[in-house]
């Protein structure tokens, strides 16, 4: 009967002291890399930690977090990546292409969840969509051929161009995909394409000197940490010169910018959480399929429309699933 009673107390005392069962609960640390700036997008930020709420991942509680931002010199990404391992982390979150193949390089045997990488069989991340096999899975941003509709759609905004500019980030393998892609559409239309290049955040006044001189008739910006970092300055470029502009995501639109078409980054970033809650429960990386967008979305600011005289035609319009005034 004293050993009977001794279980009971313990019992009861367990159940009514939740420290007692979470003093002993493992704490994940979760590794998070990205090529570019810790203040680009705090909004992504905000997506991602409600996400991990959502799904009972606590800060401080259940999980923590490393954080390392290359801030736009994507050669300090080795030294990051590397970092992380040695702090035996978990997991890690990489953003991009050029970040989780910077982990992928630093281990292998770390799981590493892709939240918006570009063509991930290309770039050599994954050999496979369905079955990833290895330690990467994750979200592909794959969509080069979204190039060819952000041409058509500059186009019937203005009709008579002739001459395109493309601002592109010519240290990541994905951006160069959808420049390809744009000069293969353009070249059946007919448009000129100009390419403005940058590799780091010094290259934009360059870039936007190169585009004063040839006096493109419209910009197509390929969204990417770096140029999303530099978004606001973009944008001003644009608006201050009166040169109409597309973007790959809705928040160059946000900042200014006349129109995107692309699929939601925060979507992406929530949808990789997932991926992480599935890894920490026990889930393996490799047979984890990576997924590729399948929402896409138009975007348009007609407050800068209006600044830059110009009336969008009601085809775009009856498009737009979310119009800024």
């Known amino acids: 009967m004293k050993r009977r ?23 994940f640390r979760v590794g998070v890399l990205s090529a570019g700036a810790s203040s680009s997008n705090p909004q992504l930020e ?10 009972g ?6 999980i923590t977090f490393e954080r390392r931002y290359a801030e736009n010199h994507p050669d300090r990404l080795p030294e990051l990546a590397e970092e992380l391992v040695r702090l035996k982390v978990d997991l890690i979150m990489a953003g991009g292409t050029l970040a989780p193949l910077a982990a992928k390089r630093a281990t292998t045997t770390i799981p590493i ?10 770039s050599g991340l994954v050999p496979n969509l369905a079955r990833p096999g290895g330690n990467v899975t994750g979200l592909s941003f794959m969509d080069p051929e979204l190039a060819g509709k952000r041409l058509q759609l500059i186009k019937e ?20 995909l959808v420049f390809k892609e744009t000069q293969r559409v353009a070249q059946t239309l ?25 006096q493109p008739d419209a910009l197509i910006n390929v969204g990417d940490p770096l140029t999303m970092s530099f978004r606001k300055e973009i944008t001003d470029f644009a608006l201050a010169n009166r040169l109409p502009a597309i973007y790959s995501l809705r928040e160059y639109v946000e900042a200014g910018g006349l129109m995107s078409y692309g699929t939601s980054i925060a979507d992406l970033v929530r ?39 110009l009336t969008l035609p ?5 498009l737009a699933d979310e119009v800024i005034e």
């Open 5 to 27: 009673k001794f279980i009971f107390l313990i019992a009861g005392a367990t159940a009514t002291c939740p420290l007692a069962v979470s003093a002993q609960q493992k704490i």
């Open 46 to 55: 905000a997506a991602s930690r409600d996400a991990f709420q959502r799904l």
């Open 57 to 62: 991942w606590i800060e401080g509680q259940n």
């Open 113 to 122: 969840v892709m939240t918006t990488a570009g063509d991930p069989i290309g």
């Open 157 to 176: 905004v203005v009709p008579r161009i002739s001459r395109v500019a493309v601002l592109w980030d010519a240290a990541n393998p994905y951006p160069a």
């Open 190 to 214: 007919g448009i000129e394409v100009q390419s403005l290049e940058v590799r780091g955040p010094d290259d934009f006044a360059s870039a936007f000197e190169a585009a004063k001189r040839q």
């Open 271 to 309: 949808r990789a959480v997932e991926y992480v809650d599935k890894i920490l429960r026990g889930a393996q990386p490799g047979d984890l399929p990576v997924e590729q967008p399948t929402k896409f979305e138009l975007l348009i600011n007609l407050k800068t429309a209006n600044a830059l005289g």
């Open 314 to 318: 009601p085809s775009v319009l009856g």
